[in-house]
């Protein structure tokens, strides 16, 4: 870590050095990781490695999102080729190390298929076979089967000493049947038969032909721009971020653009705020700057309290200097001296990176005075939440770091002119500031490229639920929400039918099943009555109640209000009770006309963003699926029970 | 000079209307014609918004803005009634009926809440939401008032009373969600918490919630006992603050109907507390010119006579209770005099004189115990006191048509007041009789008849600030009213002290409520500026209307030290009309 | 009755506490807006934040009671009583919901029912509902004492909630 003052010429210095592949092996130490064992692993790996002869870097790294896989363990060799291992414990942290490090080969059901997929073979010759049946009622026994044809196949050819066969994991496939992927080339084939076997290691395995019949090319549909350095970079050293050209963004913000020139940057990239509501970036930076002022604030919102959502979480515990750059850079373009980072205190270690990013920097003279020779001084500071949701809400948050209850304030006037200790204070979520420092980094246009419509860029979800591959996504906006349902993470768990899937939390509502081909916009999805959300994506199957959902996101609320206004206080608590009364069986149909009374009066006067949206989960499957409630009425209403 | 308002305009359906910038559309509207409903906006109050009554609809704008607590923007175009926002006003009522119980004709309230109001003109007629009410029974822990939990509908106007206008921070919100509520600071009796009974928080409570301690039937059955000899007096500020229950503008002085209306209660003698504020300045004005003109004792001096600005002062600023002028309130003063010089003048036994007291009050239900100087008599001084709005509950319930009284006169020789004993009732009005009292004393001469108003110490500013010039010396007075104010005052007063410097007052004024008593915790209900103007006016102008306007030409004042007390600050005046103060701790538990 | 020694040691605690409230308010004082932070701080170390300590923190900070209070019961992190020795905090945040917290809610109370039934210490264990603690990929979730467990089945459930209060 540096100690010295960074100059501008020194940062700069960093950014080479780049691309200079070292072998190394890293563990996804989020919490995510780390709650389903990680630390465990990477002690393991740590002893097996000085118990032996074996030399090999081990390092924490942030999470590669892929949940449904944790732990995680990312190998690098000395050629840069990258293999992900899921599900490891102890054992297999061993085994990664004594035969994996050593010898060269992989770990049978743990390894991780690229899921970016080669086109031609290249020059290398081929080492492994990566076997998966990717169909939804997957058979282990099929595939063991298979993998000892493929086996007999080669030592047919000659070939199995040099070309070894491994169980997948995943293969980023699904319901394409059986599929393999040969390493290094990436070449993937998919829905094969039995038949298929003896040709492909003839003719690809031997002779390197690509069988274009079977062949499966491009990647995934995912493009990481805020997730750029999760699972990559060490979180807990800057060199490491400065590696991948870390504050070349704030780099070229404070030495080459005036903060207008960074506000038309902004404008030019289309970003708008990823924390819910969608403003656009520019324009709240802009309206902070507007009024006089002797000071101003700039905080990042790290509360995401939506149950369902990890996205900010991962994040901050994945690139940490990422969003402080994001931070830094609004902070230069508002004219803000102190920034603050609002943290759920149910992220500890998200506190501890940001905090230790925050160190580093200081130490390096990102933070403090004059940062990088510039008159640009600024410094940050972090604070944590106490178990409040409602304090992700501007105004409540801003009471919160003051020392008060988080009880929202109407708006206007907004922090954008009346803020953090009455000074205009600029808010913004973690995503979206790190979504800035790239910006910054790589340009507006560059930015603008990606998305659809007034949506532009990426987005960020946590796609939960009954799903089959629970993870972290991020994909170019536009897409059509089944394809992140469907193609990357799998569809439903366990080949059950999706009867719907819920956006937005508990201010969200549903999307049934016959409308998942809508496109990610902001607009698209708020006219299906959701709405983007933080990016919360939970997929529910035919087994899931749509009454019971609908009650459980209004529990939520119903705890989480801060109880100062009467339409949300009494709204929301009465509105459960209702829907408690028809989920037990005992609703009328009157009950559903004060069902609505109170949804439209909570949505109208409700004081803040909590109350008026909390009725969305229910207007919405009411919508939607007026049956199930119909259904839950007593039978002298016309229901069933 | 006046900085140039800047004027927005907008329509309120559909009317054209202009205004300054930074009127509430409420306030607006309310110009040109229309009440938009509320219930936790407070005219006197900043908003809360907590109720959500008051949305109104503003063309081109998805959300509903809360017309209490948004401003008038210019080319707004507002739409304040119709069918949706009456069907949205009407569930909020349903909602927060259904956690209110609805014991209206049990209430303090019944006939005069703010809630019930608004559910008599919504017309919620069926009761369609299971109710869930706070089971937490009442706190009747203090003298004062009784806060009735179940009662409570979170408008938080008590708290931002408490908390903000007051700086007592007595009141807060606890918990959260359907969970929330109002409770003393720290969740305690209100009785051990830093509560200083000025009944703010019940004088502005919509509800029933929080009352006045309700002593009517006590003063019934006092009445009602023949051994007794019943006596009554009757604060300044009450006779133009009680017509209002009775149909009369504010500001109306009903001096002489109410002794008229007191008499037929019952009362065998009724005094005026104006006479024993004459009283008052008598001994303070001779302990300000025993401080300022012959250095015996500690400058500036600060008034006394209201309780829950002593009691304040004994919690938080104890370290200024040697500046407290010792002399004791009217109220105390009115209450030793009748049980000493009164009883024994009319031969009564002062065992069995009870002795009532109408004020704008509640802490001056806690005062009557307050320390033991307040037995000075040998007897508890004054027996039982009532709130304005209790005496004209009281009128209510003996069937005695008000406005039909008679115009009588108090009984002499605690009777008879000058125009400084009546502005008491206002903020202001103590530092202004003190000083015309005052300036006789150093100087041997009444203030000329064009400068007897002391218009400098006037007004509503929170704090205000003068300097007098008595014949070439110069006397620094400060004023402060509303609890919050006065720190600010202590504050320059203690920085100079520890910087050494020469004290920035001379003499300060404080009362607790805003106004002074004129705006007190007793006083009827719905207060706004203009109601306090009015109340002021009618107080200066009952000072106007007298013939003598300084209290020491008030004849029965001077009567009473020849007959009885002696001198201002002799033996005889300590013993009764002084008393003592002490650090006491703003939390019992 | 105490004895004179326990009464002194008492004291001692009591003392000790004064000057760590102290310091820690003092630690803070600097910054703006810090009762959030300081509150934080007297819950890491004692677990909840007594009313004697309230007492003082307001004395020290200059922050009436009233807003200590009204902040200690906004926030479901702070609390006015003590904790037992053990805590489970099951998630029931959406994605956990979905994939049966309900379930492993019953079960754990089931479980400690048990426990107290045949001899353990009354409320050793205390279990909250919490919602999302951030790793809804893993759903369902606990956190025993501080530890994190994801993907937990009953069985599994039973096992760690043994094994943690065994200790
Ligand atoms: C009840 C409520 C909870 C919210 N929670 C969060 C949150 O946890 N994180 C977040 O970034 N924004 C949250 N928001 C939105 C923020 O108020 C705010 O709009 C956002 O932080 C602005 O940042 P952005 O413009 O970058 O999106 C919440 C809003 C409401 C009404
Ligand atoms: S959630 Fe993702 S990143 Fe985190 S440990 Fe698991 S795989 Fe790694
Ligand atoms: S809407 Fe709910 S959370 Fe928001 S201010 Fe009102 S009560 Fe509080
Ligand atoms: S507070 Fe008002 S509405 Fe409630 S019981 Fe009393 S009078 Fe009736
Ligand atoms: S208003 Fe109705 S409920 Fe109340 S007393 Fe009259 S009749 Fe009875
Ligand atoms: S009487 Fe005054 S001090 Fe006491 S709680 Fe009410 S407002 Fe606060
Ligand atoms: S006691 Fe009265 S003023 Fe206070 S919150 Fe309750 S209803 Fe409002
Ligand atoms: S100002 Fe008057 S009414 Fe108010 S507390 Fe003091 S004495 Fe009572
Ligand atoms: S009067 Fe405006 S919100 Fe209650
Ligand atoms: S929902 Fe349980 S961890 Fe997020
Ligand atoms: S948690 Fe792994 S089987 Fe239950």
Redesign the interface.
Known sequence: MSTTPLTASALAAHWDGSADPHPDIRVCMD??G???GARDVYQAMLDTRDESDVKIDIQRTGSLGL??A?PVVISRDTAGQTIIFGAMNVDAARLLIEDHVRNGNLLEDHVIASHERGADFGDKPQTAILVKDTSAKADKDRTAHVQKLIREELTFHELHERIKVYRALDLGLYEKGLCLQFLPSRITYAGLSEEDIPRIIEESARSSQVLKDLLVTGRDLQERIVLRNSGHIDPEELDSYLRTGGYRGLHRALLEMSPEDVIQEMKTSGLRGRGGAGFPTWQKWQLTREPEADRRFVICNGD???????MD?SILEGDPHAVLEGLMISAYAIGADTGFFYI????PLAVERIQRAIDQARAAGLLGKNILGSNFSFDA?V???????VCGEETALIA????????PEPRPPYPSVKGL?DKPTSINNVETLAAVAAIMDRGGAWYGEFGSGKSRGTKVF?V???VRN???VEVPMGIPIRAVIEEICGGADSGARIKAV?TG?PSGGVIPRDKMNTPITYESLQELGSIMGSG?L?V?DES?SMVNVAK??LG?CV??S?GKCAPCRIGGFQLLRLLEKIDDGKGKSEDLDTIRDICHCMRTASLCGLGQTAPNPVLSTLNYFKDEYLACLTADAGGKK | MIAQETMVTAKINGITVRVPEGTSILAAAYQSGIRIPTLCKHPDLMPTAACGLCIVKVAGEGKMPRACATDLRDGMDIITHDSELTRVRRTILELILSTHPSDCLTCGRNGNCELQTLMGEFGCRDDRLEKHIRDIPPDRSSHSIVIDFAKCINCARCVQTC?EVQNV????????SIDTRMAP???IALADS?CIKCGQCAAHCPTGAIVENDQITDVWEALGNPDNYCTVQVAPSVRVALGEEFGYPPGTNLTRKIYAVLRRLGFKAVFDTNFSADLTIMEEASEFVERFAHGKGALPLITSCCPAWTDYMEKKHQDLIDNFSTAKSPQQMLGVVAKTYYSEKMGIDPAKHVQVSIMPCTAKKYELERTNEMFASGYQDVDITLTTRELARMIKQSGLLFSEMPEEEADSVLGEYTGAGTIFGTTGGVMEAALRTGYYFVTGENLPEDAIEITPVRGMEGVREAEIDVKGTAIRVAIAHGMANVDKVLEKVRDARESGQEPPYHFIEVMACRGGCIGGGGQPYGVNPNILRLRMEGLYQDDRDSALRCSHENPSIQKIYEDFLGEPLGEKSEQLLHTRYQARK??L? | MRTDTELDNLLDWVEGMRKRVREIAQEWES???????I??AIENELGYVP?GV??ELSQELG?????I???I??????RLAPRSKHTVKVC????C???GANALLEEIEQQLELREATGAQKGECSVES??????????P?IVLDDE????VCLKAMKEILKQQLEK
Request: glycine letters at 14%.
């Open positions: 919490t995510g780390i709650a389903a949940s449904y944790d995401e309290g939506d149950p369902g959502a990890f979480r759920r205190a149910e992220y500071k604070r944590l939440g106490a178990g409040a949701f919160s770091i003051e020392g008060k209850r988080g009880s200790w946590a939960t639920g009954k629970p993870q972290l819920q939390g919360g939970l529910m899931d459980f996101y939520f705890d989480e801060c | 908390q921070w007595a009141l807060s919100m606890l918990n959260r600071a720290g969740d830093p703003q939390y538990r | 910054e703006e807006g810090n009762l959030i932070m509150l934080h009313r309230a007492n922050v009436p009671m009233a807003r209070y009204e902040v019961t906004f926030y479901h992190y702070f029931m945040g959406t994605a919901y979905l994939k919490v919602r999302c603690i951030g790793c809804c990929g893993m759903a979730a994190t467990h994801g993907r």
